[in-house]
């Protein structure tokens, strides 16, 4: 009996380790060699992506300004850059954004490759969904705002315009965006909307490691509404449809942040009733 319970015993470690850990335990000196290894594909991934889109920057600016060019439409309109290196520095700045968002899922599959050794089955299926949802959740606020914010947006400020008539007499004031503080506007909204739309999926993984649950982001609610118009007043520009444009969808998705954390309490509930 006694045998057959040592010859059991072996059997059920190997089953429980191809269950959790899928790799030996590694150094610290091999940790860190695998470290500067991701590094490095990351790094020269996004090194040649940006100087790919350093390539086709104007292209990618072109794609920025067409939401102001559509308000435009029917007259000669410009934009202008008042130093002789602005309009360099800014085409570097197009092809740095656009290649850290391209490249992102690069960084993500090296991030995951390197963290993936370390952790258990069950923990890789609770981390996985987060990782691959991140993106789109991101570029889903970016598009957003592109296709919704920034038209309503530029209509609202073109619309201060002033034609001198003769009757009214005076100068007339007409818009010339800078390029860099066009590419930087029209940046600060597409990351606003963007890191915003994330929140599912951070509040999803708090309440996943037990660190806030349904009940608790129900009792928090009021506060999550009064901070999102904060977040909104400044991180958008200092026009209420901008604001309410990011307000609203962060409360509304604080509220789906509630539905997810209620299924992941639900989850939790059914393992634990399982193991009991």
Same mark, same amino acid.
């Given at each position: 009996?006694?045998?057959?319970?040592?010859?059991?015993?072996?059997?059920?470690? &190997?089953?429980?380790?191809?269950?959790?850990?899928?790799?030996?335990?590694?150094?610290?000196?091999?940790?860190?060699?695998?470290? @500067? @290894?991701?590094?490095?594909?990351?790094?020269?991934?996004?090194?040649?992506?940006?100087?790919?889109?350093?390539?086709?920057?104007?292209?990618?600016?072109?794609?920025?300004? %067409?939401?102001?060019?559509?308000?435009?439409?029917?007259? %000669?309109? @410009?934009?202008?850059?008042? &130093?002789?290196?602005?309009?360099?520095?800014?085409?570097?700045?197009?092809?740095?954004? &656009?290649?850290?968002?391209?490249?992102?899922?690069?960084?993500?599959?090296?991030?995951?490759?390197?963290?993936?050794?370390?952790?258990?089955?069950?923990?890789?299926? &609770?981390?996985?969904?987060?990782?691959?949802?991140?993106?789109?959740?991101?570029?889903?606020?970016?598009?957003? !705002? *592109? *296709?919704?914010?920034?038209?309503?947006?530029?209509?609202?400020?073109?619309?201060? %315009?002033?034609?001198?008539?003769?009757?009214?007499?005076?100068?007339?004031?007409?818009?010339?965006?800078?390029?860099?503080?066009?590419?930087?506007?029209?940046?600060?909204?597409?990351?606003?909307?963007?890191?915003?739309?994330?929140?599912? !999926?951070?509040?999803?993984?708090?309440?996943?490691?037990?660190?806030?649950?349904?009940?608790?982001?129900?009792?928090?609610?009021?506060?999550?509404?009064?901070?999102?118009?904060? +977040?909104?007043?400044?991180?958008?520009?200092?026009?209420?449809?901008?604001?309410?444009?990011?307000?609203?969808?962060?409360?509304?998705?604080?509220?789906?942040?509630? *539905?997810?954390?209620?299924?992941?309490?639900?989850?939790?509930? +059914?393992?634990?009733?399982?193991?009991?």
């Amino acid at each position: 009996m006694t045998a057959g319970s040592d010859t059991d015993a072996p059997g059920e470690d &190997a089953a429980t380790d191809e269950a959790g850990l899928d790799d030996r335990k590694m150094s610290l000196i091999e940790h860190l060699t695998e470290l @500067r @290894r991701r590094l490095f594909y990351s790094s020269a991934a996004f090194i040649v992506v940006f100087l790919v889109c350093f390539y086709f920057s104007d292209t990618f600016f072109n794609f920025l300004v %067409e939401p102001l060019a559509s308000v435009w439409q029917g007259g %000669e309109r @410009r934009l202008i850059f008042t &130093a002789m290196h602005e309009k360099f520095f800014t085409n570097i700045k197009v092809a740095f954004f &656009a290649a850290a968002f391209i490249s992102f899922p690069i960084f993500a599959v090296q991030i995951w490759m390197f963290v993936a050794p370390g952790l258990y089955k069950n923990e890789k299926n &609770a981390f996985l969904p987060f990782l691959i949802a991140t993106p789109f959740l991101f570029f889903g606020g970016g598009a957003f !705002v *592109y *296709y919704v914010v920034m038209p309503v947006a530029w209509q609202f400020f073109t619309s201060f %315009e002033q034609l001198a008539t003769s009757a009214s007499g005076g100068l007339p004031i007409e818009l010339e965006p800078k390029v860099n503080e066009y590419l930087s506007l029209v940046m600060r909204l597409i990351f606003a909307f963007g890191l915003s739309f994330e929140l599912p !999926v951070v509040l999803s993984l708090l309440a996943k490691v037990g660190i806030v649950t349904a009940e608790g982001l129900k009792k928090k609610r009021r506060y999550a509404i009064v901070i999102a118009f904060i +977040a909104a007043a400044i991180l958008t520009p200092p026009d209420p449809l901008s604001q309410l444009a990011l307000a609203i969808p962060i409360i509304v998705l604080y509220e789906i942040s509630i *539905y997810c954390a209620t299924l992941i309490g639900r989850q939790k509930d +059914a393992v634990a009733e399982t193991d009991a």
